[in-house]
């Protein structure tokens, strides 16, 4: 019988996670657009851009959890913390553009997505680290504790159970 710290991935390093959350994030971003342009000429451009951003989000959330950060489905909670760093995210590249509005009356379209992939950049580098070490790093944080209580828990009733005396060493295992 399979323990539960032996059914658990280990997590990729740092720069496959990152690889990968670059490949599928791009890829779905991608897709997205795509998609928006072609539900746009059924229904008008904001509401499709909603429907889109909230179906890409938890496509490319299934797979951050599932191959980007060796783990399986990603839970409801994990969805909704993924969610909530997409969000910081638009917002920061909002703020980014809104910022770049106030500084220069008429800035150029060269000098809008500089600033705008730049934002865009450091959003994504931000939104990387708070997937891998807080919404997906929980699932293997909580898997080891149990482990352990079993391990702790047989410890202590061998310890109990063993006669006393010199002669009985008992350790946990």
Same mark, same amino acid.
């Given at each position: 019988?399979?323990?539960?710290?032996?059914?658990?991935?280990?997590?990729?390093?740092?720069?496959?996670?990152?690889?990968?959350?670059?490949?599928?994030?791009?890829? &779905?971003?991608?897709?997205?657009? @795509?998609?928006?342009?072609?539900?746009?000429?059924?229904?008008?451009?904001?509401?499709?851009?909603?429907?889109?951003? &909230?179906?890409?989000?938890?496509?490319?959330?299934?797979?951050?959890?599932? @191959?980007? @950060? $060796?783990?399986?489905?990603?839970?409801?909670?994990?969805?909704?913390? *993924?969610?909530?760093?997409?969000?910081?995210?638009?917002?920061?590249?909002?703020?980014?553009?809104?910022?770049?509005?106030?500084?220069?009356?008429?800035? $150029?379209?060269?000098?809008?997505?500089? &600033?705008?992939?730049?934002? *865009?950049?450091?959003?994504?580098?931000?939104?990387?680290?708070?997937?891998?070490?807080?919404? @997906?790093?929980?699932?293997?944080?909580?898997?080891?504790?149990? &482990?352990?209580?079993?391990?702790?828990?047989?410890?202590?009733?061998?310890?109990?159970?063993?006669?006393?005396?010199?002669?009985?060493?008992?350790?946990?295992?």
């Amino acid at each position: 019988m399979e323990t539960a710290h032996s059914q658990m991935k280990a997590a990729p390093p740092a720069f496959t996670a990152f690889a990968r959350f670059v490949l599928f994030g791009g890829g &779905v971003g991608i897709a997205s657009s @795509f998609a928006v342009a072609a539900l746009a000429s059924w229904m008008p451009w904001v509401l499709a851009n909603a429907l889109i951003t &909230v179906v890409a989000t938890l496509l490319a959330t299934e797979l951050h959890a599932r @191959f980007t @950060f $060796g783990g399986g489905h990603a839970t409801l909670r994990q969805h909704a913390q *993924s969610a909530g760093s997409a969000a910081v995210a638009y917002a920061v590249t909002c703020v980014a553009m809104l910022v770049l509005q106030q500084m220069a009356a008429a800035p $150029g379209a060269v000098l809008e997505q500089v &600033v705008y992939l730049s934002a *865009s950049a450091l959003a994504g580098v931000a939104r990387f680290m708070v997937l891998r070490l807080v919404v @997906f790093a929980r699932n293997r944080s909580q898997v080891t504790p149990t &482990v352990r209580t079993a391990r702790s828990v047989h410890a202590t009733v061998a310890r109990t159970a063993a006669p006393a005396g010199p002669a009985v060493l008992c350790h946990a295992a």
